[in-house]
């Protein structure tokens, strides 16, 4: 139950709801904002929509009114979705990293068979290994990114081929 949709159910404008409740225009529409707004504000709307103002506070101010609205996203979600470099990326884009990191995790892969094996000086890694950790790493990038896609999704209500 919205102020707003109350209000245009009996016919008044936000200026006529405010004169006929006694509170102010700004009062009204952080009202139908959907601001928390006094208790004696709230009982001047029921008494003009002419309902009961503690079903009122209830149905205004319940978290399971607007279940889609209040959605918490866990931490690492958040914190996935903020990351500047993915944020300022559209979907077609993060798509097409995640084409490209495969493919080259591929082709890492592929050529630690192909070069010959020799080893670094420091901590005993060969070409090899550094070839098998480097496909590694942008395996789970694309997985990263491809995550990042999917929680865009459910979490922002854009669709999958939406930039």
Known sequence: M?????????????????EATGLSLRTVQRAEAGHRVSYASLRALAT?????VDLLER??????T????????????RLLL???????????????????????ALF??????????????FGHVTTTDALHFSAFSALLCAYIVSVTLRLRHQFSGQTPTSA
Not at 108 to 121: G, K, L, N, Q, T
């Open 82 to 104: 903020s990351l500047p470099s993915i944020r300022s990326l559209g979907h077609s884009d993060l798509i097409r990293h995640e084409v490209i990191l495969v493919a080259y």
């Open 2 to 18: 919205q102020i707003r949709k109350l209000r245009e159910d009996i016919g008044l404008s936000q200026e006529r709801l405010a």
């Open 108 to 121: 890492a892969f592929a050529a630690s068979f192909a070069v010959p094996r020799v080893e670094f000086s």
């Open 59 to 64: 149905e205004l101010y319940a978290m399971s």
């Open 48 to 52: 003009t929509f002419e309902i009961d």
């Open 66 to 77: 607007a279940k889609d609205d209040y959605v918490e996203k866990p931490l690492w979600v």
